[in-house]
């Protein structure tokens, strides 16, 4: 026979998935707002973007593709998925000249992947959930995952800086999808 002892509080696993906002819904294109305080609530909404962001799976998420058009990213590019970091009101400031080129992808432009150049390396200032200021440079798929999260901040996704063309194909595709999607509901 099991023996149930009684469920202590912290045993208690809560899990919000959040909506993700699809390309081209125009509330992607909205500037996000700096974060004036960091409360509980704002920790509530950046534990359920890592929650969501984990489940998709993915390496980054912005507040905005979510529906909240705030300064706040979450992202972790770590392998074993055990380094997540919450970045609010963040700042970056390229490092030098060199470029870097990674396959992009977005939680909000979902199946479609395509090759981007951006500064290999930046700096970057933030407010952490604490709301401490960090500060950090970052290089490599790091450097390419926050600038791809700070473009969300202002209202630009992966897919402006391919050609109309392309941009175009992938919005016809994705609003085919939503259209199909809304008639099965
Ligand atoms: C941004 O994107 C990023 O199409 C984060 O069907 C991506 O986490 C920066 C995802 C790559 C640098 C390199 C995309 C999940 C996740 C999809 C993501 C999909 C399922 C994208
Ligand atoms: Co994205």
């Known amino acids: 026979m099991v023996k149930y002892g009684h469920l202590r509080c912290e045993e208690i696993f809560a899990m919000s998935l959040l909506a993700i906002l699809e390309f081209p819904d125009r509330r992607l294109r909205l500037k996000a707002r700096p974060v004036a305080e960091i409360t509980d609530t704002i920790r509530a909404l950046a534990k359920d973007m890592l929650e969501t962001m984990y489940a998709a799976p993915g390496i980054?998420?912005?507040?905005?593709?979510?529906?909240?058009?705030?300064?706040?990213?979450?992202?972790?590019i770590s392998e074993e998925k055990n380094q997540p970091m919450i970045l609010i009101n963040p700042r970056?400031?390229?490092?030098?000249?060199?470029?870097?080129?990674?396959?992009?992808?977005?939680?909000?432009?979902?199946?479609?992947?395509?090759?981007?150049?951006?500064?290999?390396?930046?700096?970057?200032?933030?407010?952490?959930?604490?709301?401490?200021?960090?500060?950090?440079?970052?290089?490599g798929l790091l450097a390419t995952c926050i600038q791809h999260e700070c473009d969300h901040l202002n209202?630009?996704?992966?897919?402006?800086?391919?050609?109309?063309?392309?941009?175009?194909?992938?919005?016809?595709?994705?609003?085919?999808?939503?259209?199909?999607a809304d008639g099965r509901a």
């Not at 998420?61 to 058009?69: C, H, K, M, N, T």
């Not at 992009?104 to 952490?128: D, H, I, M, W």
């Not at 630009?156 to 199909?180: A, C, G, P």
């Open 155 to 180: 209202g630009k996704l992966f897919v402006d800086y391919l050609t109309t063309l392309k941009r175009e194909r992938i919005r016809k595709k994705l609003e085919k999808q939503h259209k199909d």
């Open 92 to 139: 970056l400031v390229p490092l030098g000249d060199e470029r870097s080129c990674y396959d992009e992808g977005c939680l909000s432009v979902p199946g479609f992947y395509e090759t981007v150049e951006r500064p290999a390396k930046v700096q970057v200032q933030a407010l952490n959930e604490h709301a401490e200021p960090i500060e950090f440079v970052a290089e």
């Open 60 to 76: 980054g998420l912005a507040a905005i593709q979510v529906s909240q058009p705030i300064q706040l990213i979450v992202l972790d």
